[in-house]
């Protein structure tokens, strides 16, 4: 199984920007894609963004697609999420997925906390 380890979630100010990495532990023809979820308290868990390693991506609403970014960095096993223009209602926890495919999520990471206050 995949192994994932997200980083970069932290505090910061509404109108702020983070930067999530995800590292693999390795690529497998099982895991073409990766992505993004978040969860904040009291919430069910909502995809936030996907990627597929060779190209192509998508974004689970309209105000996400453009304040969110999310890329990778195939030599180094690692996809990103970038965030800009962050909000109060942004605050959740990011979870890291990987899967054969787009819905097909098979291995998900610990979560990184992301708190933006007003």
């Known amino acids: 199984q995949v192994q994932l380890r997200e980083s970069g979630g932290g505090l910061v100010q509404a109108g702020g920007s983070l930067r999530l990495s995800c590292v693999t532990s390795?690529?497998?023809?099982?895991?073409?894609?990766m992505g993004w979820f978040r969860q904040a308290p009291g919430k069910g868990r909502e995809f936030v963004a996907a990627?597929?390693?060779?190209?192509?991506?998508?974004y689970n609403t309209d105000s996400m697609k453009g304040r969110f970014t999310i890329s990778t960095d195939n030599a180094k096993n690692t996809v990103y999420l970038q965030m800009n223009s962050l909000k109060p209602e942004d605050t959740a926890i990011y979870y890291c997925?990987?899967?054969?495919?787009?819905?097909?999520?098979?291995?998900w990471g610990q979560g990184t906390q992301v708190t933006v206050s007003s």
């Open positions: 997925v990987a899967g054969s495919d787009y819905g097909m999520w098979s291995s």
């Open positions: 390795g690529r497998t023809v099982t895991h073409n894609a």
């Open positions: 990627i597929r390693w060779t190209g192509g991506s998508t």
